[in-house]
């Protein structure tokens, strides 16, 4: 379902400019923008997620000996170089 919004004269042409350059319509690249916007956010909350994890040295040494143990686990069939 299409929904419609206002947007600024700027973003219309920057949308516009886009969608001229790229060949997809203007719905792509507003859909496209909105998902990589997304992932800029959900990345953002993970540095600082792991940012509170590595101010408490209890959870982050944890975190390392967690990870000491899961490493080597991966059997994929490769030779060690």
Known sequence: MAISAKITEQSKELVDEIASQTGETRMNVIEKAMI???????????????GRLRSNKKLWEKELKEREELDGTLEDGLEND
């Open 36 to 50: 990589y916007y997304k992932r800029q956010i959900d990345m953002e909350q993970l540095d600082k997620d792991y």
